[in-house]
Structures are given as structure tokens and as C-alpha cells.
């Protein structure tokens, strides 16, 4: 039986390698809250020096998506990759991209690095350049395409997600984007459904959005996203924490807890590209009502400034935290999602 953690697992981190982007997102909070603290990405040396071979050991997976930018644009990720799995040859990478403005070599290099422990997700919301840029602004489709396809010509292996997002523009075309991804070789069709739209948050988007789908199914129905899978291959997906998580799950609903991802692992701690530690990704975001957590980490919970075994010792994460008092741990973890296989166990 997988022990419970009294306070965070870090058996999952999820990174933001970089905040550099060359999209233009219209929901992404690089435009809804423009900041001069973009731009910014961790290297090598931050993984050898600042979270150190030990704490690579201790994990099981490394998601590398951004609140702010994509982990292709950061300069280092072919090397870091290489050298976790050298430190921890078990250890699952999922790295999450928009595919664009990399070139062949580049992706061939990074299919040397990734086996078949490993994923990639590929956020595409279109099926041509003038659908696919409608959200993704300044997206390039055949450089996406001939990525992928460079990709895969190399690693065989490795799992390949198309991740998409319903939007109005695209939901009567989903099918059609399923059959491409399956007609291109992906091994999985994801559909999120998103809470940023007028209709969850009118006083921010407008009663008529024009990215906020018609159809109501395609809307998250509460405070976090939502998303449909479709298995496209016979090839198995690596979920080396589903069963832990499960474990974790059913553990802290017995204890009668709160009910936090964060204690679970599904989302992952959080390091941003500054290197600032943060319960979640949803407690990073650079929004007013996360202001007291932009504080905290930015001082007390920066790993240039503290190791990682001293901040997860914190004596704040058995006092202060235990709280879970904002807004995002009152929205999105909730009790009755907790009892959701799905929240529990997928990112």
C-alpha cells in the first residue's frame, strides 16, 4: 500500500522548463496578464545544482507544460531530459507543446533522448494553418507537421497525444481532426473541455464569447477543464502512477482529510521557469486572487534560494497550508471530485 504523504507528493513535479512563447493565446494568461517577469527559462545546471540527482531519484514522473510558456522554446530541454533519465532511467517525461518554430533536427535529437515510458502531447485545436491559428496565434501548421513527422520517423516508442481544446470554431469539425490524428499516427485523441468562457466567467469574457462553444457538452460543467480520451493505437499507455494515485485517492477520502490533488500527486508540484515552488500549477497562476502564493514562493519557496529537501520540510506545509483556504483548493478539489477516477488519476 502506497504510504500517504501528511502533506505534498513529490513523487510528481510539474515544471515550466520556459516561459518563452512564440504564440499569441488569447485565453493564456501570458495576454490576459502581461508581465515583464516572461521570457524566462531554467537550464541545466538549475536541475544539477538547484534540485540535484537526489530528489530525480525520488521521482516517478516530470511533466514539462507551462502556466506561461512552452518547454520546447527553453534551450536546454534536450539535455535536461537526457540527463534525468540518466540520474533515474524509470522516470516518466511527459512534455506538453504547441509543435511549432522547431526544427527537423532538433525534434530528431529530442527522439533519441525519449522511450517508451515517455509521452507527447501536441496542442492543436485545428486541422490546417487558418483553423488551427483562430486560437493558437502565430502557430506555423507545416512546421508542427514536419516536427511530428521527424519525431516519429526516430522514436517509435514514445506515446503521442493530439490535445485539443473545443472551441465554437472547431466543434463541428472534432471529428474530422479524430480521423486526421489517427490517419498521422498519434496513439490518442484527448478533448478538454474548458471553463474559460463567458459562460462560466461572463464579468471577464462577455455574455457573447465567440470562442465559447455552442454546443453545451463541450463546456466543463464545474471549476476545472474536463476531458474525453479516444485510444487511436494498440499501443499501450504508460501510466506508471495511475494505481498510486488510486491508492492516495481512496486513502485520503478514508482519512477524512481535505481532499487535495497536491496530497495525491495527480497535478504535480509546481516550479515555475523563475524557479518558484507552488502547490500546483492552478495555485501559480498570475491572477490577483493567487497573489498571497506569488509572495510565498517568490520568497520563502524559491529554489534559488532554498534546497528542495528544505522547503518541503517547511514546518508552513503541516501548519499554514493544512488550511487550504484559496480559492483555487476550494474550487478545484472538492469531495465529491475526489471520488472521480478521472480527477484522481489523470493530469
Not at 527559462?41 to 511533466?63: C, K, S, Y
Not at 540527463?83 to 532511467?89: A, E, R, S, T, V
Not at 498570475?286 to 506569488?294: K, V
Amino acid at each position: 500500500m502506497t504510504k500517504l504523504s501528511p502533506t505534498i507528493a513529490w513523487d510528481h513535479w510539474h515544471i515550466e522548463l520556459s516561459s518563452i512563447c512564440a504564440l499569441q493565446c488569447p485565453r493564456c494568461p501570458r495576454l490576459e496578464v502581461p508581465s515583464d517577469r516572461l521570457e524566462k527559462q531554467l537550464d541545466l545546471e538549475f536541475f544539477q545544482q538547484r534540485i540535484g540527482p537526489d530528489a530525480v531519484r525520488h521521482m516517478r514522473r516530470v511533466t514539462f507544460c507551462g502556466n506561461d510558456g512552452d518547454p520546447i522554446y527553453c534551450q536546454d530541454l534536450v539535455l535536461i531530459c537526457g540527463w534525468l533519465k540518466q540520474i533515474n532511467p524509470q522516470l516518466q517525461i511527459v512534455i506538453v507543446t504547441n509543435g511549432s518554430n522547431r526544427p527537423v533536427s532538433w525534434w530528431h535529437r529530442l527522439a533519441t533522448v525519449l522511450d517508451h515510458q515517455d509521452e507527447i502531447h501536441w496542442s492543436l485545436d485545428g486541422w490546417d494553418q487558418g483553423s488551427n491559428e483562430q486560437y493558437r496565434k502565430n502557430c506555423r501548421w507545416s512546421s508542427i507537421c514536419e516536427g511530428y513527422q521527424a519525431f516519429a520517423s526516430v522514436n517509435t516508442t514514445t506515446y503521442r497525444v493530439w490535445a485539443a481544446i473545443a472551441f465554437r470554431f472547431n466543434q463541428h469539425r472534432l471529428p474530422t481532426m479524430q480521423h486526421t490524428a489517427k490517419t498521422m499516427g498519434f496513439d490518442c485523441w484527448q478533448l478538454t473541455k474548458s471553463t474559460k468562457f463567458g459562460s462560466h466567467y461572463p464579468e471577464v469574457y462577455g455574455q457573447d464569447d465567440s470562442l465559447c462553444p455552442t454546443l453545451p457538452d463541450l463546456i466543463s460543467s464545474g471549476h476545472r477543464f474536463e476531458r474525453e480520451y479516444v485510444l487511436l493505437s494498440r499501443k499501450a499507455r504508460p501510466e506508471p502512477l495511475k494505481e498510486i494515485y488510486q491508492q492516495r485517492a481512496k486513502q485520503l477520502e478514508q482519512s477524512g482529510q481535505y481532499p487535495a490533488l497536491c496530497r495525491i500527486g495527480t497535478k504535480g508540484v509546481f516550479v515555475n521557469s523563475l524557479g518558484e515552488l507552488y502547490p500546483c500549477c492552478w495555485t501559480a497562476n498570475r491572477y490577483d486572487h493567487n497573489q498571497s502564493w506569488h509572495k510565498l514562493s517568490q520568497s520563502q519557496f524559491n529554489l534559488y534560494h532554498r534546497g528542495w529537501n528544505d522547503i518541503a520540510q517547511d514546518s508552513f506545509w503541516i501548519t499554514d497550508f493544512n488550511q487550504f483556504d484559496s480559492q483555487e483548493c476550494r474550487t478545484k478539489c472538492t469531495l465529491d471530485r475526489l471520488r472521480d477516477l478521472e480527477h484522481v488519476t489523470q493530469w
